[in-house]
Structure formats: structure tokens, C-alpha cells
């Protein structure tokens, strides 16, 4: 036996698909039939299914059957299995062929998928209930009988209609021996495709070749949310008819034409109060096929007025104008800015096709009678059709009306768009009369006046049949963008499929992101002349999503030259839509220093010129004013040339511009060499370019050569500050040599990524690392640890692709039970400080695949990879869920924000797999796909720990790492009543008999002074005569009022954890003051009235109640630790005059002890 695909996709990859198919077709002939059980193992050749042959995609497949003889045949049957809910699909049609000697064949006979028998038999059955449904597999003989022909081969030939298609069993019946009886073959053509070798063009399309699809109508933003609204604006419409330059001037025309369709889905409009609840607009196989509920799903007349309601009617009375209203004033303006007073758009209209399990659709305007769809035993086919084109008649015809009644003066309607991109030969018997009946329709309006075409999906069945439908011309989606299997063969494939049968293609914009850019780069880049050459050859469909256009032109996230890209493609001019390399020098600062200045004042001048380096502006080679010139009289080399880009960035490349013209005295440099440094101190060297390796071409003006000294990197570096050093270039005729009079430079350019500001993603700055607390197969974990380390921050969340998960180029990591298990750490590490605000990993949940996110994720924070700070948990139901990414796919992005920013080296994530729905057993896979961390990177590394004590007053300060900047140190001033802040302290301690020692306390770096990052660990000595169980630590503001703070007392130690130093204060009642008089002090742990005024002369401190007998003051409730913000000089003071001479000999005693 063999088995060949008569129109294989000719991917690199269906050789291993033919390859496993041909090694399985002996289970068409050993016997046994399937029990449709295929749940089990891998699909394609695995072994698991023993009793199938499975073919995966790849259009159609002709299976050959060698008998051994030439024998009398009377039937034959293929036996087919059809499992919907897993994307097996019987065929639309199985066609036979026999032959006599292997070449030539004669189709004698096709048994179409209605035609076929069900297999009743309960041992070919399986089924499973899901979701409350039966979901189920059944079988199909594909029986022709009555023949009666001699022949050896036999050919067996179907269309796939689904993913896969399973068959068992071929069965030949008849004699061994010919018949003398047996009747001639037939004289049958093997094929009804038209084979074209051309790609359809204008000519079928009445001069339009590109079409733009703009969609409007209502879409889900995330599964089981509300139903959004997207309506077209004259602003979103603009850029796609008219090219819209960066300044925002229309300078050409752009798309000629313009397809409206919706998003597919409408609002049910018998729950108004649901915004959840809504009608689909086409057949939707996945959760119609075999639903009795399928047709409360559909779409009803109503419906379909309501949506036209939405085209032609959005917003009138609102003084705005949208959708068509708004494409008719977006052409006027394009005239107007042209000049072109005769120009018009034309447009077409999406026609959604009467959905074949629609039975109670609703009665149109003048019916007689609610129209039914579907097929069955009291509604035949006759009446089904009849229904379904008193339905499109109707609609047709309304949409042209209504277009008329708008009299647009800038747009022209062509015709209509088929909006299914499927024939469902599978389960509607009326598939072909129903799209011939319409696209016999449309043609005969107004002396076919419109057109009809249609767009299928890549290999969608029905595709190569597009001209017996009735279409005018159809352009097929090669869905390279959205197919995560897919290469970039794919476009290839496509468009040998196009080309054969006659087909347009569509380009596929899927939205900005690195891997949708990447790709649609390849759609523009490979339909050149010299490739695939449909750029100027082919009709093409522009799929841009719903903001596609509008948000490139207007350079959302610096995509404006993906919309350049589409204007060059649209006007046949190459592209490689190459993104502007941006020269991150440009937006840091130069600073140019010279070995040897001879002339200060001209020095001065070259460095006013050095934006010069960083002007955009390449240099032709001419000696001019946009060269920075250096004279050799003025200064002369080594010279240094450094940018600094404000923060670390990736340097992928630098160069800088030179011009030589030795006639002239003007020499280039002999050797630029490169190096980078992330703190300006400690520097890398990147490489020399010599004069040699450098970049040479002529120059505009004779003599003169441009001269560009490039390095490109491997791997790029981390790098806040870039270096480039040089100096005059040597003249070698003279003897000894000597510099060139002149050097002259251009451009200083750094390619590469821009430094990250606040906010915004830095996890790519990082290294990820993937631990389990319990390994269970070490080499398939090292495999998940080298992806990880790449995988997890690159950017990409959330596409809902399995496929190609735990590979390099992927989109998850996942992890089974079997290889390895909880607890799971994932920690980034970064080469510099990092300034974090957020941080969070995003998982998949894929429950019927057994994949769940976790219950909570813990995550932490470190400086040095050791000492850890849990920063927080996040549970699973706090997580951020998207839900539906795709099918049956949820994502959880389990983010955490820290509030004021977090400095950190070291994150990590901590986990476990989640509870299945039972909570009593685990999920057997965890899957992840990004760490993301919002914030800063910094230059800096952490700060050493501090630990240092003031001589003179015995006061220690100490903190952690990254505590207090690297470099300051401690300094404390005992404050006497004489110095200038005494008046704060006496102010806050007015009217109160007390013992005072006041300290000024601060961090000094470089002549100033900072304030810590976080805690500090602060030691009081207590001063002589102060009673540890009666001193209290005060913070005094400059305004007078203090703050009680809470200190413990130890060891002679009064002890605070402070996070700001200024003026502290240790108090204690004098002795005989505990007890009696009344006290015009605050509350406790209040702050003293600023119009308090009494002549009581005691009292206890605020905050403290005389006589005490605990160590620790404790402050009042919801009062900081810490003091204001400002630098303090304190004071020891009291309250009244005789009160201060007392507090100064307090303090003299607390030096004496000291000394």
C-alpha cells in the first residue's frame, strides 16, 4: 500500500508527517476495526492507537492499494471515525479511483459525508460526558456499491475537514479473478480544482488590490467579562485611507478599500441587563457541533438588524461620527489634502451566512413565518434553503438600501465579504447550495454591480473549491502569526497554495509585541520580487486587528515604522521594515577631556560643539561646520570621549565618524578603542578598531574618505557610561612621523537597549535561576533550568500556546510532577542595585489538561543573595486573571507591589502546585511563562554594612547593608544652651522640671549630609545620675515640639531602631518632681500645645508618667518613630531660666564621666 498527499503542504516538518502516515497504512487492511477510544498516548504513529490510521492536516490525502492482481471489484468502503470535540472530521466526500497498471486512474464513483452509513455498532462507539455534555465518537462507512469493473490499484481520496482524520478499515470486495463480464473504466477526470499557477489580481477585483479590514462591533476583552464596544473614528481611520506622516499631514493615499466586518458576536438582546450574555454571528463548530442547545446561541434576525443599526446609525444626533459616517469624512479629508475632488473609497460589507443550526431565527419585516436553518425530519433541506435565502436576500438587500439612503459622497459600495472562513462540509449538507445560492444573489443585483470574496484560514476546507462557490476571487490566510507550530515556512507554503489554485494572501499584523513584529517583518519582507513576489502580483488582505493602523501610525510604543513598512509594501517599494536603530548617546551627556590642552579658550569652544557627535546627521565627507574639529595647536591626544546614558542600558554597538583628506592636513585616527563601565570608576574594555578594520568610502568632495570605526558586539553589555579613545591621526611621510594638523569627528553612536526608567520593566536586566526542593529526574530538570534562565524574561506573556512549551524559543516552562516537585524557587539576580515597585510571576491554568496555578506565591528580597526580607504573599484569588487566552486557558499573574520602592540585588518567587478542584490532590504540572519586576536599575552596588561610634559621647550607630550610602560617617555634636537651636528644646520642654542630654546626630558624605535607607540601630550611653527606668528618648522638631519615641534600656544602653537622625533627647523628671503639682505638659505621648502658657513649674515629661517603673517609653498610638525631615541642631534645655543652669550642669557632669 501507499499513501500520498495530492497537495501536501511542503513544510519542512510534513516529511516526518508522511513518513509516520505511510508506516501506519497497514491498519487500513489487518482486520480490525477501532473501539474509538484515541484518548490515550500520543496521536500520529505513536503506537497508542493500534487500530487507526491518523492523517494530521495537510488539505486531502489519496491512498493507494496495491491488490497483487487484476480482480473483478463489486464494492468498496472506507470506514471513518468522526470525534467533533477533538477535531476529527469524517470527510465531505470520499472519492475512488481504480487502475489498471498504477499510472493511469478513472474515478468511478464518490460517497459524500451525508450519503455515508452510521456504524451502529456499540463496540465503534466511545463517548465521555464534559462539562454535563456527551461528547462522542462515532463511525461512518463510506460505501460504494454496484461496481463492476477489473482492476489492481485502488485509490481511496478525501479532503480533511478538521485537524485530523482517523480511518480503519478499507474494504475491497469482489473476485480475486477478473470478470469477462466487466464493464470498461470510465473516462472520469481526477481533479475539479483549477490549477492557475498564478495569484489573483486586480483584474478580478475590479482594480482594488489592496483590501484593509476594519473591525467594529462588540468583543470580549477576557472570557466571561462584559461585552465591549469598538466603533471606527474618523482619528482611527484616517491613517488607513489616507498615509498620515509623523507630524500628522497627509501626504498620499493609502488603502483604496475597506472591508467593515464585526468581531463575530452581538448582544443577546433578550437579557439587555447582561452585558455577559451575547449571540454569535457564525457557526461556531467547538461549542455548536452536536449542542442541542446550538441554536439559543445563534444570531437572530433581530440581531442582524441591530448590527446594521450599528454600521449605519452609530452615534447620529451625538454630533460625532463613526463607523461608515466616520470612514465618508476621513476620504473627504484625503481629498482634500490631495487634490483629488474625484476620489472616492470603495467599500464592502461582511455578509455573516445563516448559520445551519439557526432553527427558530425570527420573522423578517413582510414574512410569513419564523425562518429555520437547520436540516432535520420536520424541516427538510428544500425548506432550509429556501429559509436561509429569504434571509440573505433580506439582508443583502437592506445593507444596499441603507448605504444608498446615506448618500456618501466619498465612498462606493463594491459588495460583500463571506464572513466564515470555513465551508462546514461536516455538518451542513447545504453547505455549497447555500454560498452558490448567495453568490448567485449578489451577482445579480443592479447588473452585477457587486462582488462577493471570501478569506479562509490556512488549508481551510473548502479553499481550492473558491471559484465553484461563486466567489469573485478569495485571498487565504497563511496564519503564520497566530499558529504557534508554525516557521516561517509557513508564508512560503501559503503562497505555493495561493499561487497554484489562484488565491490572494493576507498579511497578518497580530498586535505589538516583539514576536508579532517579528513575524509580520517576515510577511512584508517575503513577498519581494525576488522572493516570493506577491508584493506586486498578488491581491492582498491587510489583517491589522482592531487598532492595528491607527496605533502604529502614531508611534504607540515606537512602532511608527511598522506603519512606514505597510505604506512602502502598499506602494510596491521594498521593505525590511527595519526598526530606527536609535543612538542612545544622543539622549545622554558627552564629555570630551584632552591629554594635552595647549589653548584652553578653543578647547572650551570644541566642547560646546560635541551635540554635533549626537545630531543624527552623517557626514558626507566634506570638510564643513558639522564636524567637531580639533587642531593640533589647540590640543592633542589621547582624547576621551564618554557618554553617559543616565542609566544602565545594553550596549549592543558603538561607533564613531571620522574624515581623512591628508592633502588637506586632516587625518583620521589610527585606532579607536572602546570601553563601558556601569559606575564610571571600574571600566571594561570592549575592543580596537584600527583605521585598517574601519569602514572607508569616498567622501562628497574629492579627496576626502569617510571613516567609521564600528564595533558590534556579541553579547551586549550592561553599561551606564560608554568610552571612546583616539587621537590625531599619524602622517607616516614624515620622518618621524607626526599627527595631522586636523582630526575631525562626527557621530558617537550607541546601539542598544535605553536605560529602563522608573517603572518600568527591568527583569530583563536580570538572570533567572529555576530550583526544586525535590529533584526527580535530574537531566529533563537541568533542560527546564537552561530554558528557564532564558524564557522568563523576555518579555512574552501570556499567549496561551502549549505547543512548543520548555524550548528556548517557547512560551512556558512546565513542570510535571514526575521530574520534579515543591517547594519551587525562582530568584533574579541583578549585576547593580535595583529599585523595585513590583514584581510578580504569571502562570497557566489549564485544568482539563491537568495544569494549575499555584495557591500563593511568596516573594522576597535580598542585597547580598543571603540575608532575606519577605516582601509579601499574594493568593491566587488577589492574582490578576485573564481569563480564555485561549482554549480552556486562564492566566494568573500573581503581582505584588512593595508601595515605596524596595532596593534589592536578589528577588525570589516561592511555590508550590496548586490544589486540584477536589483540594484533597495536586495539580501533576506547574506552568510559568514570565517573572516580571517593575522598577529602576541603578549603577550602584549595596552600601557595606555600618557599625561606628561617636568617641566623644559613646553613641553607636549600626545598620544592615545598603543602610546608609557607602562612604558616610557618623557624626554627633552634644548641643549646649548657647548653640542655635537651644530655643527648639526649650520650647519643647518649657514648664517641665527635667534632666536633659541632647544630641545632634547625622551621616556626613562628601561635606553634606544624607539620611539613611532604611533602619538604624541607635545605642544612647546613659548619662550620670539618669535613671534607666525613668529616661525617655524624645525627637525635637525645629518648631519646638517633640515626639515621644519608644527605647528599651539595657546593659546602661537606651536603645531605638530610628530610620531619619537629627536631634534626639534623653529626659528624666528631676528628683522630688515624680509626684505633686498639676502639669501643663500634653497628653501622653502627645506633643506639647505651641499656645500653652502656665505658671505651674512642674510636671512630668510629655508621654511619661512620674515614677514609672518600666525601662521602655512607650509612644502614643499611631505616632512615627522617627522626626521631621529636616537637619536639627539640639540643645539641652529646660523650661525656665534657673531650669537651664541646672540642665548645664547636668550636661558637664555627663562630659566629666566621658573624658
Known amino acids: 500500500m501507499e499513501g500520498a498527499g495530492t497537495d501536501l503542504d511542503p513544510a519542512t516538518k510534513d516529511t516526518t508527517i508522511r513518513e509516520k502516515e505511510e508506516s501506519i497504512l497497514n491498519r487500513l487492511t489487518d482486520g480490525y476495526y477501532g473501539s474509538g477510544e484515541i484518548l490515550d498516548g500520543n496521536w500520529n504513529g505513536s503506537g497508542m492507537r493500534s487500530h487507526y490510521y491518523e492523517a494530521y492536516r495537510q488539505i486531502d490525502r ?24 477533538w477535531g476529527i472530521s469524517a470527510p465531505s466526500m470520499v472519492t475512488y479511483f481504480l487502475s489498471e497498471d498504477g499510472v493511469t486512474f478513472h474515478r468511478v464513483g464518490r460517497v459524500s459525508r451525508f450519503d455515508a452509513v452510521k456504524d451502529e455498532d456499540p463496540d465503534h462507539y466511545y463517548s465521555v460526558v464534559e462539562n454535563g455534555k ?10 460504494l456499491d454496484g461496481l463492476n469493473y477489473n482492476a489492481r490499484y485502488v485509490k481511496v481520496a478525501f479532503e480533511l475537514t478538521g485537524t485530523w482524520a482517523f480511518a480503519d478499515e478499507l474494504e475491497v470486495r469482489g473476485t480475486a479473478a477478473p470478470s469477462d463480464t466487466a464493464e470498461t473504466l470510465p473516462d472520469t477526470p481526477g481533479t475539479d480544482y483549477e490549477v492557475v499557477n498564478k495569484y489573483a489580481w486586480t483584474d478580478q477585483a475590479r482594480g482594488i488590490q489592496h483590501e484593509a479590514l476594519a473591525y467594529a462591533g462588540h468583543w470580549f476583552s477576557s472570557a466571561g467579562g462584559a461585552l465591549q464596544t469598538s466603533q471606527k473614528t474618523v482619528e482611527e481611520l484616517l491613517p488607513m485611507v489616507g498615509y498620515v506622516d509623523g507630524e500628522g499631514n497627509i501626504t498620499d493615499k493609502f488603502f483604496e478599500s475597506v472591508t467593515f466586518l464585526s468581531h463575530g458576536y452581538t448582544p443577546n438582546l433578550d437579557t439587555p ?3 455577559t450574555d451575547y449571540h454569535n454571528l457564525i457557526y461556531v463548530s467547538s461549542t455548536m457541533t452536536s449542542n442541542p442547545d446550538a441554536a439559543q446561541m445563534c444570531a437572530t434576525a433581530e440581531d442582524w438588524q441591530t448590527y446594521l443599526d450599528f454600521l449605519f446609525h452609530y452615534g447620529e444626533g451625538t454630533g460625532t461620527a463613526y463607523n461608515l459616517d466616520a470612514l465618508n469624512e476621513a476620504v473627504a479629508l484625503v481629498k482634500e489634502a490631495t487634490g483629488d475632488a474625484d476620489y472616492k473609497v470603495g467599500v464592502k460589507i461582511a455578509f455573516y451566512p445563516p448559520i445551519l443550526c439557526q432553527d427558530a431565527f425570527g420573522t423578517l419585516p413582510g414574512g410569513t413565518h419564523s425562518l429555520n436553518f437547520a436540516v432535520s425530519d420536520t424541516n427538510p433541506a428544500q425548506q432550509a434553503l429556501a429559509d436561509r435565502m429569504e434571509a440573505s436576500r433580506w439582508y443583502l438587500d437592506t445593507v444596499i438600501r441603507e448605504f444608498k439612503a446615506k448618500g456618501y459622497e466619498n465612498l462606493r459600495l463594491d459588495g460583500f465579504y463571506w464572513y466564515d472562513e470555513v465551508m462546514h462540509y461536516d455538518v451542513d449538507p447545504l453547505v455549497l447550495e447555500t454560498v452558490q445560492g448567495v453568490t448567485d444573489y449578489v451577482h445579480s443585483l443592479e447588473n452585477g454591480a457587486y462582488q462577493i470574496y471570501w478569506i479562509p484560514f490556512y488549508q481551510s476546507s473548502g479553499f481550492r473549491a473558491w471559484k465553484t462557490f461563486g466567489f469573485d476571487y478569495a485571498i487565504m490566510q497563511p496564519n503564520y502569526a497566530f499558529d504557534a507550530n508554525a516557521s516561517e515556512q509557513r508564508i512560503a507554503d501559503t503562497a505555493a497554495l495561493c499561487k497554484k489554485y489562484g488565491l490572494g494572501i493576507e498579511m497578518e499584523f497580530g498586535g505589538i509585541n516583539d514576536k508579532y513584529i517579528s513575524q509580520f517583518r517576515s510577511y512584508l519582507t517575503q513577498g519581494a520580487d525576488d522572493k516570493l513576489a506577491y508584493q506586486n502580483n498578488s491581491l492582498i488582505a491587510w489583517y491589522t486587528g482592531t487598532w492595528g493602523i491607527a496605533e502604529t501610525s502614531q508611534n504607540v510604543s515606537g512602532t511608527r515604522y511598522i506603519y512606514d513598512a505597510m505604506h512602502d509594501f502598499f506602494s510596491g517599494i521594498p521593505t525590511e521594515m527595519e526598526k530606527p536603530v536609535k543612538n542612545l548617546a544622543a539622549a545622554g551627556t558627552l564629555t570630551l577631556e584632552a591629554d594635552n590642552v595647549k589653548n584652553t579658550e578653543e578647547f572650551n569652544k570644541l566642547l560646546q560643539a560635541l551635540p554635533k557627535l549626537v545630531d543624527g546627521n552623517e557626514k558626507a565627507g566634506a570638510w564643513n561646520d558639522s564636524y567637531v574639529k580639533i587642531n593640533a595647536n589647540h590640543a592633542q591626544g589621547p582624547f576621551t570621549l564618554t557618554a553617559d546614558l543616565g542609566g544602565i542600558g545594553q550596549v549592543e554597538r558603538v561607533a564613531l565618524g571620522s574624515v581623512s583628506n591628508p592633502g588637506w592636513g586632516i587625518g583620521a585616527p589610527d585606532s579607536v578603542a572602546y570601553s563601558v563601565s556601569q559606575d564610571g570608576q571600574t571600566w571594561k574594555e570592549l575592543g580596537t578598531v584600527t583605521y585598517a578594520q574601519a569602514e572607508i568610502s569616498p567622501g562628497s568632495a574629492n579627496g576626502f574618505e569617510t571613516v567609521e570605526y564600528v564595533l558590534k558586539l556579541d553579547a551586549a553589555e550592561k553599561a551606564r557610561y560608554i568610552r571612546a579613545e583616539f587621537g590625531h591621526g599619524l602622517d607616516a611621510s614624515k620622518d618621524p612621523a607626526a599627527p595631522y594638523t586636523w582630526l575631525g569627528v562626527d557621530e558617537f553612536t550607541v546601539n542598544g537597549t535605553a536605560p529602563l526608567a522608573s517603572g518600568e520593566g527591568i527583569a530583563s536586566m536580570g538572570t533567572i535561576t529555576l530550583e526544586s526542593g525535590n529533584v526527580l529526574n535530574s537531566e529533563s530538570f537541568a533542560t527546564l533550568q537552561n530554558v528557564a534562565s532564558v524564557l522568563l524574561n523576555n518579555g512574552v506573556l501570556q499567549t496561551g500556546s502549549w505547543a512548543n512549551q520548555n524550548t528556548l524559543n517557547g512560551d512556558y516552562i512546565g513542570v510535571l510532577q514526575t521530574v520534579a516537585t515543591e517547594p519551587f524557587t525562582l530568584q533574579i539576580s541583578f549585576d547593580t542595585v535595583a529599585e523595585v515597585q513590583a514584581l510578580g510571576v504569571d502562570y497557566l491554568a489549564w485544568v482539563s489538561a491537568g495544569i494549575g496555578a499555584p495557591d500563593k506565591v511568596t516573594y522576597s528580597a535580598s542585597l547580598d543573595g543571603k540575608s532575606w526580607t519577605e516582601l509579601g504573599t499574594v493568593a491566587q484569588a488577589d492574582a490578576r486573571r485573564y481569563e480564555a487566552i485561549a482554549t480552556g486557558m486562564d492566566a494568573y499573574h500573581f503581582v505584588l507591589e512593595t508601595g515605596a520602592p524596595v532596593r534589592v540585588k536578589y528577588l525570589k518567587a516561592e511555590f508550590e502546585r496548586g490544589f486540584n478542584t477536589d483540594k484533597n490532590t495536586k495539580f501533576g504540572w506547574v506552568a510559568f511563562d514570565e517573572f516580571t519586576v517593575e522598577g529602576a536599575l541603578t549603577s550602584e ?28 560617617h557618623l557624626k554627633v555634636e552634644p548641643v549646649d544652651a548657647g548653640d542655635a537651636a537651644y530655643a527648639s528644646v526649650a520650647r519643647a520642654f518649657r514648664n517641665e522640671n527635667v534632666d536633659l542630654a541632647a544630641f545632634d546626630i547625622s551621616l556626613l558624605l562628601d561635606g553634606g549630609t544624607v539620611q539613611p535607607r532604611g533602619v538604624l540601630n ?11 527606668a525613668k529616661t525617655q528618648l524624645y525627637h525635637v522638631s525645629p518648631e519646638g515640639e517633640k515626639e515621644l519615641l ?6 546602661g544602653l537606651l536603645n531605638a531602631e530610628l530610620t531619619h537622625l537629627s536631634l534626639y533627647v534623653l529626659a528624666q523628671p528631676k528628683a522630688g518632681a515624680e509626684s505633686g503639682g498639676s502639669s501643663s505638659s500634653a497628653p501622653s505621648g502627645g506633643t506639647s500645645s505651641s499656645s500653652a502658657d502656665t505658671s505651674s513649674s512642674s510636671g512630668t515629661p510629655s508621654g511619661g508618667a512620674g515614677g514609672a517603673s518600666s525601662g521602655t517609653a512607650a509612644p502614643a498610638p499611631g505616632m512615627p518613630q522617627t522626626g521631621d525631615a529636616f537637619p536639627l541642631v539640639w540643645v539641652t534645655v529646660a523650661a525656665a531660666a534657673c531650669v537651664v543652669l541646672l540642665a548645664v550642669l547636668a550636661w558637664k557632669k555627663y562630659r566629666e564621666t566621658r573624658a
Open 1046 to 1051: 519608644t527605647a528599651k534600656t539595657a546593659d
Open 273 to 275: 441587563d447582561d452585558d
Open 62 to 85: 489519496a491512498i493507494t492499494l496495491d491488490l497483487g492482481q487484476l480482480s473483478h471489484i463489486e464494492s468498496l468502503s472506507f470506514h471513518m471515525q468522526e470525534g467533533l470535540g
Open 941 to 968: 552596588q549595596p552600601a557595606p554594612v555600618f557599625n561606628e561610634v561617636d568617641s566623644a559621647t559613646g553613641i553607636r550607630v549600626a545598620a544592615g547593608l545598603d543602610t546608609v550610602p557607602a562612604g558616610a
Open 134 to 143: 456527551e461528547v462522542n465518537c462515532q463511525s461512518y462507512y463510506f460505501t
Open 1018 to 1028: 541607635v545605642a544612647f550611653p546613659l548619662p550620670q545620675g539618669f535613671d534607666a
